[in-house]
């Protein structure tokens, strides 16, 4: 079946600027998470969304950052006035909560550049 | 944010050789996973533990949960040049249901 896509797949700003990046998870999973991921870094955790309870915003780096998933399917993720420290790579993934234990399945990303 | 220490940062290897790389933290983790990420892709699933001692393999990857469970460690057989790319574990604990702690990454480069 379909993978977890995410659009754009570049995304060229300039500083100031609000973007937002879009995910579709697997269908029928009800996780979906945002990570990011700095050039030659690992993945940093953003937010997790489950169901319909309340996102775990823990991993948001400022208040310009937001998400949201509506209806329990595509989520878009916010940056208001982008800033250069913006740039990265901003994976989503999608897990099936009830199955095995936290196997995310991840989209290939969004370059987000921030001139 | 927390991550893990993965060791080597990066490795060049010929084609046929095995790889050995491991990943440690100062934290246990009840469930493990090991992901591979190709350039421009986001990062795919290759193995998932799930019990301390627990050892599996999925072709000619095999993966072991360290019985202390703070470590885990990847091997790769007879590389091939596809088993480029960054190989990065994740370790997972119950109660923090919404995140992966990711590991740093190791680079592997295949030579022919």
Known sequence: GAGVSQSPSNKVTEKGKDVELRCDPISGHTALYWYRQSLGQGLEFLIYFQGNSAPDKSGLPSDRFSAERTGGSVSTLTIQRTQQEDSAVYLCASSFVGGLANEQFFGPGTRLTVL | ?112
């Open chain 2, 1 to 112: 944010g927390q991550q893990l220490n993965q060791s080597p940062q990066s490795m060049f290897i010929q084609e046929g050789e095995d790889v050995s790389m491991n990943c440690t933290s100062s934290s246990i983790f009840n469930t493990w996973l090991w992901y591979k990420q190709d350039p421009g892709e986001g990062p795919v699933l290759l193995i998932a533990l799930y019990k301390a001692g627990e050892l599996t393999s999925n072709g000619r990857l095999t993966a072991q949960f360290g019985i202390t469970r703070k470590d885990s460690f990847l091997n790769i057989s007879a590389s091939i040049p596809s088993d480029v790319g960054i190989y990065f574990c994740a370790g997972w604990n119950t109660g923090t249901a919404s995140k992966l702690t990711f590991g740093t990454g190791t680079r592997l480069q295949v030579t022919l």
